[in-house]
């Protein structure tokens, strides 16, 4: 019988190691389970490591933040789930399944990855396993909940819950970007007026200005004006070039320690938008942990991996707490709310949930809660931001124009 090593946690999260003989890798995530221990990684003994495809997996989330590379997006992956789910309940062999999806899947990246699956269980990998193998794809909340399915034998339901999980996501995303995409465009709308003064209209006035005013000074909003268009024109290209040294040097510094929890807590606190970027996170973190701990995995590490797919530093470091303080004996309820960054509401819920044994449930209406206040919070920022943007653009075009025809006051006074 072949003889599996494994990597696990136990019931209070920590690290154990071992060897089962079983006859094959579903089994032997069955027979870890019985002994009250969560699978990490479960691998045939003598086995072929993926370490290749996990340095390739760690390269491609390094370029990834910085939109070099994006293999899948988000509503690819949904779909892929969702098929795979609903192929495997018709009693579809999983191999079979997976070469399907890969003979229809259009996006080249993701062709080859799913092949590489398929590959992978033709060796006799866990399809959980495979899956590591291809970080930049799979991220570590999705390859959990596989191996907890692969585990208790209910992979295709998990596949379903998980689908459903990253639909609600991509929802609650795309309502968080429709709030961005109105003030982002009117910015750039803004910008690009007051380049095309400064750089095509402001200097032919300055012209204008030396020829008839004969050496007069100028007021001291235009001379302001007339300095900034000829930075502009003069060093353009430094400049845009220092906006773009600039965003890389801030997501360079977002990525240290420090910098993740020094920006994630500038975000949470913004004007206007903070609020809705606070309530969008906690809306995932009840949907992540609740879907976590619904398809079977034990709480520490379904609080470790929602930390990790938090999304953001400050939250990240909350949940770490949470979880030390469960870790030690203490219920979910008590930590959360001593951590001052999940609301009130949270926390109460989150008892309800513990003491009545329905804490998978009560997360879920925890998510769908706050994704309901997220619609709410789009809605009134609408509103609220339109007339704004109007109005900054307003001052900024008016200072131009202002500061070009209080010159041209004096000349006609200088004329009559």
């Known amino acids: ?136 794809v799979f991220d570590r909340l999705y390859v959990s909940m596989i191996r907890a399915g692969e585990a208790g034998g209910v992979l295709e339901g998990v596949l379903g819950q998980l689908a459903k999980f990253q639909e609600k996501s991509l929802q609650l995303r795309g309502k968080v970007t429709a709030a961005m995409v109105y003030p982002i465009i009117v910015l750039a709308v803004a910008v690009t007026i007051m380049a095309a003064l400064l750089v095509l209209v402001v200097p032919k006035f300055k012209q204008i200005f030396a020829d008839l005013l004969k050496g007069a000074p100028l007021p001291p909003l235009t001379n302001a004006v007339l300095a900034i268009s000829d930075l502009v024109r003069h060093h353009l290209l430094l400049a845009g070039g220092s906006a773009i040294a600039a965003v890389i040097l801030i997501r360079l510094y977002r990525r240290s320690d420090s910098g993740a929890r020094v920006m994630d807590t500038l975000i949470v606190r913004m004007p206007l938008f903070g609020n809705l970027f606070l309530k969008a996170i906690v809306a995932r973190f009840g949907r992540t942990l609740g879907t976590l701990l619904s398809t079977g995995v034990p709480i520490l590490p379904a609080l470790l991996i929602t930390r990790d797919t938090s999304g953001n530093a400050r939250v990240g470091s909350a949940i770490t707490s949470v979880h030390d303080q469960v870790k030690a004996g203490a219920p979910v309820a008590r930590p959360l709310e001593a951590t001052a960054v999940f609301p009130p509401l949270v926390a109460s819920m989150v008892e309800v949930g513990e003491q009545t044994g329905q804490l998978p449930a009560m997360l879920g209406k925890v998510a769908d809660i706050y994704e309901d206040e997220v619609d709410n919070a789009v809605a009134g920022l609408s509103s609220l931001i339109e007339p704004i943007l ?13 500061a070009l025809f209080l010159p041209i006051i004096r000349i006609v006074q200088l004329l009559t």
């Open 390 to 402: 109007i109005l900054f653009l307003a001052l900024v075009v008016g200072t131009i124009v202002i």
């Open 1 to 136: 019988m072949p003889l599996f090593t494994y990597i696990a946690l136990d019931a209070r999260g920590s690290e154990k190691s071992g060897r089962v003989e079983a006859s094959d890798a579903r089994r032997a995530g069955v027979m870890i389970r019985q002994q009250g221990l969560f699978p990490i990684r479960v691998s045939q003994a003598g086995e072929v490591s993926t370490g290749t495809g996990r340095e390739t997996g760690r390269f491609l989330r390094f370029l990834w933040p910085f939109g070099f590379f994006r293999p899948v997006r988000p509503k690819e992956l949904a779909i892929f789930t969702r098929q795979l789910g609903t192929l495997l309940h018709a009693g579809m062999p999983l191999l079979r399944s997976l070469e399907v999806l890969a003979r229809q899947e259009r996006n080249v990246a993701f062709r080859r990855v799913i092949e590489a699956l398929a590959d992978g269980i033709k060796s006799g990998v866990p399809l959980s396993e495979a899956m590591g193998a291809h970080g930049h």
